[in-house]
């Protein structure tokens, strides 16, 4: 049996980190679950080739569960929004109050694009020589329809995408044959019975365009060894390397880092204090106190987190464990979607490739707010593109965070360049530290019949 991957930091786990807090955390954040994935071979062709790029449209956007939108996005019947990634294109729409469908975006006459962007409509009516379609799919008619004898009306419904619904997202998956949706993201549902993801709307919705590959980038979210290198303002208050990472099912995976803890070589070295008054830097101004001689760093800051965000958002936090109000608690759903369980950072991710180009892809970052429960408004964000030379701090609903986000693409750059000037053979990737990136590479290789 290998025992590749079982070494671990000499620092205190996230385990008994948790497990000192004052407020027990909830049982998906005790869980440990590691599995060795193999020795993963990830070559640097497959972030710079256009044939890879084939192989992914052929085989993997057509054949995945892929999240599409957000429910508040498409709120009344006939809203609709496209999704579209390499060769796939979906009309993603409410067909009835409590119905959605994702039909393939393409006339059945000669192909034409039946919607772009999104809107309300309805019924999809192409622009080209008016063959329409009801809400539903079904075909409502054509003009010279004496000429289309041949055609059978009964069978010209729309072809449609799987759909399913969780945590307040539509996920589709363009293959008829998918298995369900409950079943690919186990055991996703379970992790976040207690954190529903429906009872938050959509705050912040911005993208950026990367200048590297969507795994590349993507692949930067995997893993927390790069924070003291490329985030050095957290070492005092963040702890990457004793982070722990969880490989839970075939297209799931997770990583938890405690805030409140320094990085391992810092540890007894600074003071709990220190370490609070650091942390607390990176809090809106409002929420900070004077910190007191004898602190505890975690509790402290989740008292600030408590009230803070609490009163910001309107809702009401005094039940939450330190674990959810602070930690780092981000899954990843194969093979594009990264939901966070916490609310402190309350925020979600999507990769895709942009366009046809193997070396630029678009990110985006959702912020999903609690909806208020003391009645105050809200608003669902409109979607924000964002070019490869600007700064996520333009984005609005992001400024605070829109610094970290930086540091992390402003390296991608980099990474995509010295990947086509590498002349390595595979990419170097750590045991434990960076196993969501092997495991995902053999999922990844599995969906493209590579091995
Ligand atoms: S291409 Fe759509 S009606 Fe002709
Ligand atoms: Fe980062």
Same mark, same amino acid.
């Given at each position: 049996?290998?025992?590749?991957? &079982?070494q671990r930091s000499a620092?205190?786990?996230?385990q008994s980190?948790?497990?000192?807090?004052l407020?027990?955390?909830?049982?998906?954040l005790r869980?440990?679950?590691f599995?060795?994935?193999g020795?993963?071979?990830?070559?640097p062709?497959?972030y710079?080739?256009?044939?890879?790029?084939a192989?992914?449209?052929?085989?993997?956007?057509?054949?995945?569960w892929?999240?599409?939108?957000?429910?508040?996005? *498409?709120?009344?019947v006939?809203? $609709?929004?496209?999704?579209?990634?390499a060769?796939?294109?979906?009309?993603?729409?409410?067909?009835?109050?409590?119905?959605?469908?994702?039909? !393939?975006n393409s006339?059945?006459?000669?192909g034409? &694009?039946?919607a772009?962007g999104?809107g309300?409509?309805?019924q999809?009516?192409?622009p080209?020589?008016?063959?329409?379609?009801?809400?539903d799919?079904?075909?409502?008619?054509?003009?010279?329809e004496?000429?289309?004898?041949h055609?059978?009306?009964?069978?010209?419904a729309?072809?449609?995408?799987?759909?399913?619904?969780w945590?307040?997202?539509?996920?589709v998956?363009?293959?008829?044959?998918?298995e %369900?949706?409950?079943?690919?993201?186990? %055991?996703?549902?379970? !992790?976040?019975?207690?954190?529903?993801?429906?009872?938050?709307?959509?705050?912040?919705?911005?993208?950026r *365009?990367?200048?590297?590959?969507?795994?590349? &980038?993507l692949?930067? $979210?995997l893993?927390?060894?790069?924070?003291?290198?490329?985030?050095? !303002? &957290?070492?005092?208050?963040?702890?990457?390397?004793?982070?722990?990472?969880?490989?839970?099912?075939?297209?799931?995976?997770?990583m938890?880092?405690?805030?409140?803890?320094?990085?391992g070589?810092?540890i007894?070295k *600074?003071?709990?204090?220190?370490?609070?008054?650091?942390?607390?830097?990176?809090?809106?101004?409002?929420? /900070? /106190?004077?910190?007191?001689?004898?602190?505890?760093? /975690?509790h $402290? #800051?989740?008292?600030?987190?408590?009230?803070?965000?609490?009163?910001?958002w309107?809702v009401?936090?005094?039940?939450?464990?330190?674990?959810?109000?602070?930690?780092?608690?981000?899954?990843h759903?194969?093979?594009? $979607?990264?939901p966070?369980?916490?609310?402190?950072? %309350? *925020?979600?991710?999507?990769f895709?490739?942009?366009?046809e180009?193997?070396?630029?892809?678009?990110m985006?970052?959702?912020? #999903?707010?609690p909806?208020?429960?003391?009645?105050?408004?809200?608003?669902?964000?409109?979607?924000?593109l964002?070019?490869a030379?600007?700064?996520?701090c333009?984005?609005?609903?992001l400024?605070?965070?829109?610094?970290?986000?930086?540091?992390?693409?402003?390296?991608?750059?980099?990474?995509?360049?010295?990947?086509?000037?590498?002349?390595?053979?595979?990419?170097?990737l750590?045991?434990?530290?960076?196993?969501?990136?092997?495991?995902?590479?053999?999922?990844?290789?599995?969906?493209?019949?590579?091995?």
């Amino acid at each position: 049996m290998s025992t590749r991957g &079982t070494q671990r930091s000499a620092g205190p786990s996230y385990q008994s980190v948790i497990a000192a807090d004052l407020t027990p955390p909830p049982v998906s954040l005790r869980v440990e679950q590691f599995d060795w994935p193999g020795d993963t071979r990830v070559d640097p062709q497959r972030y710079t080739s256009r044939e890879f790029a084939a192989l992914e449209a052929t085989h993997l956007w057509p054949k995945v569960w892929q999240m599409a939108c957000r429910l508040e996005q *498409i709120p009344e019947v006939g809203s $609709f929004i496209t999704y579209e990634v390499a060769d796939v294109g979906l009309i993603v729409v409410r067909t009835a109050a409590d119905t959605i469908k994702a039909f !393939h975006n393409s006339c059945l006459h000669r192909g034409t &694009t039946l919607a772009e962007g999104e809107g309300r409509v309805g019924q999809f009516r192409c622009p080209f020589h008016a063959w329409t379609w009801n809400l539903d799919g079904t075909f409502r008619m054509m003009a010279a329809e004496w000429d289309f004898g041949h055609v059978d009306v009964a069978t010209m419904a729309l072809p449609e995408a799987a759909v399913a619904q969780w945590g307040g997202f539509v996920f589709v998956n363009p293959d008829p044959q998918a298995e %369900p949706f409950e079943q690919y993201s186990a %055991p996703l549902g379970e !992790h976040f019975v207690d954190h529903p993801l429906d009872d938050r709307y959509l705050f912040a919705h911005a993208g950026r *365009i990367i200048e590297a590959n969507w795994k590349a &980038t993507l692949e930067a $979210f995997l893993e927390t060894y790069h924070v003291a290198a490329t985030h050095p !303002h &957290t070492v005092r208050f963040a702890n990457d390397t004793e982070s722990q990472t969880d490989t839970l099912g075939p297209n799931l995976t997770r990583m938890l880092e405690a805030t409140g803890v320094p990085i391992g070589s810092l540890i007894g070295k *600074i003071s709990e204090r220190e370490i609070a008054e650091k942390a607390q830097r990176v809090l809106p101004r409002e929420f /900070r /106190r004077a910190v007191p001689e004898n602190v505890q760093a /975690r509790h $402290f #800051l989740a008292d600030r987190l408590r009230d803070g965000l609490g009163s910001m958002w309107g809702v009401d936090l005094s039940a939450l464990s330190e674990a959810e109000l602070l930690d780092t608690d981000q899954y990843h759903l194969f093979p594009n $979607f990264f939901p966070w369980l916490g609310v402190y950072l %309350p *925020i979600a991710y999507r990769f895709r490739p942009w366009g046809e180009d193997p070396h630029r892809s678009l990110m985006e970052i959702m912020v #999903l707010h609690p909806k208020p429960t003391d009645g105050r408004p809200y608003e669902t964000a409109a979607f924000q593109l964002l070019q490869a030379d600007q700064s996520w701090c333009q984005a609005r609903g992001l400024e605070q965070l829109g610094m970290v986000f930086d540091q992390d693409t402003d390296n991608l750059v980099r990474v995509q360049r010295g990947l086509r000037f590498g002349r390595q053979s595979e990419v170097t990737l750590g045991d434990y530290l960076e196993i969501r990136i092997r495991h995902y590479h053999r999922r990844l290789d599995q969906q493209l019949g590579l091995h």
